[in-house]
C-alpha cells in the first residue's frame, strides 16, 4: 500500500546563481532580502571541470547537506546536486556555500534554489 501524501513539492524562488573562472576550493553565495524560511528545502546544483576530491555543502546556519547526484560527463564537467530539508531560517546577507577540489583557471558555477517540501508518510 503506497503512503498517503501531504503536500505538494513547489517552487518558492531562486536563492541566486554565481559563476567564477578564477582557481579555488570553494564558492559562495550571500542569501538574497527575503531570506529562506525555516521548513522549506535548499537544492544545490553545482559544477565543475572534473577532478577528483570531496564536494559538500554548508551554510552559516549550520543546515545539514546531503550530496544526493554526483556525475561526470565525458570526463570534462562534474555536476553535483546537495539538498538540506526542513532548514533552519537563513537571513539575507547570511552564506551558503560549496567546498570542493581545486580548479585552476576553469569555469566553476552554482545555482541555489529554494523548495517547500511536501510530507509523506509511507507504510
Not at 503512503?3 to 538574497?32: E, F, M, Q, W
Request: proline letters at 3%.
Amino acid at each position: 500500500m503506497a503512503g498517503t501524501a501531504y503536500g505538494a513539492i513547489t517552487k518558492v524562488k531562486d536563492i541566486g546563481t554565481y559563476s567564477l573562472t578564477t582557481n579555488g576550493t570553494s564558492i559562495s553565495l550571500t542569501v538574497p532580502a527575503g531570506g529562506v524560511a525555516a521548513g522549506n528545502s535548499i537544492i544545490i546544483t553545482f559544477a565543475m571541470a572534473e577532478q577528483i576530491g570531496t564536494v559538500g555543502c554548508a551554510d552559516q546556519v549550520g543546515n545539514s547537506y546531503s550530496v544526493d547526484v554526483d556525475v561526470s560527463l565525458n570526463n570534462a564537467v562534474r555536476t553535483v546536486v546537495c539538498a538540506a530539508h526542513d532548514v533552519s531560517a537563513l537571513s539575507s546577507g547570511q552564506w551558503i556555500q560549496v567546498t570542493h577540489p581545486t580548479v585552476t583557471d576553469r569555469p566553476r558555477g552554482v545555482r541555489r534554489r529554494v523548495q517547500r517540501t511536501g510530507h509523506f508518510r509511507h507504510p
